[in-house]
């Protein structure tokens, strides 16, 4: 986990609510990712960016923004849009995107729907 | 496109045994191949990776995985394993044709060691 850090551990939302999870890191890393998490289904790709002010949808976008204004930060809004938040959320960094660069994992954010 | 299978929701072993967790994957051209372990509440943490070369990897925490290409499998493997080894396994891959490396996850496995 070390060098990329999520913020918070645990977050509720309110039915109708948009929420921002946070995702820094300190690894001057190029590539910022955000992952879904659901038991039994593995890791599931909502956004990915390769560069500052440019990001790309993934698998499964829908109801889910992102921004990319700094190289070290890559928030995630989980929006009113998005009908069934209740995961386990993985903001992930790589030094660059080719298909050698390992991608490396913060402790994640829990969110949960009140 | 790109895929992989896990195909034990989860292994069981005893402490001191070896422990093997199977992955086979579906890619064209080459594939990047990697191993990542998860503990409960946690990230996920980079054990090993294939990108060519030695068909036998070594990782961290005593870990290997081995590479069989006629067989398209990366099986993850520790000769000894350790109580504190049981978490959630992961197997991953990448295809050399995706322009930005799209990481293709597994569905886990989970490994359970009991002293």
């Known amino acids: 986990d070390g060098g990329i850090t999520q913020s918070p551990k645990y977050l509720f939302r309110k039915e109708g609510q948009n929420v921002t999870l946070s995702c820094e890191q300190n690894?001057?890393?190029?590539?910022m990712y955000w992952y879904r998490q659901d038991p039994g289904q593995g890791l599931r790709l909502i956004y990915y960016?390769?560069?500052?002010?440019?990001?790309q949808k993934g698998d499964i976008a829908e109801g889910y923004s992102v921004s990319r204004e700094k190289k070290e930060s890559f928030p995630l809004t989980v929006t009113s849009a998005q009908k069934n938040p209740t995961a386990f959320y993985l903001c992930a960094s790589s030094i660059g995107t080719s298909e050698r660069e390992t991608q490396y994992f913060g402790p994640g954010t829990r969110l949960l729907v009140l | 496109a790109q895929s992989v299978a896990q195909p034990e929701d989860q292994v069981n072993v005893a402490e001191g045994n070896p422990l093997t967790v199977k992955c086979t994957y579906s890619?064209?051209?080459?594939?990047?191949l990697f191993w990542y372990v998860q503990y409960p509440n946690r990230g996920l943490q980079f054990l090993l990776k294939y990108i060519t070369g030695d068909n036998l990897v070594k990782g961290s925490y005593g870990f290997e995985a081995e590479f069989n290409k006629s067989q398209t499998s990366f099986h993850l493997k520790k000769p000894s394993a350790l109580v504190s080894d049981s978490a959630l396994y992961f197997c991953?891959?990448?295809?050399?044709?995706?322009?930005?490396?799209?990481?293709?996850f597994g569905a886990g496995t989970q490994v359970v060691v009991t002293p």
């Open positions: 690894l001057n890393h190029d590539a």
């Open positions: 960016s390769q560069i500052v002010n440019d990001f």
């Open positions: 890619v064209s051209g080459n594939p990047y």
């Open positions: 991953a891959v990448r295809a050399p044709t995706d322009s930005w490396g799209k990481l293709q």
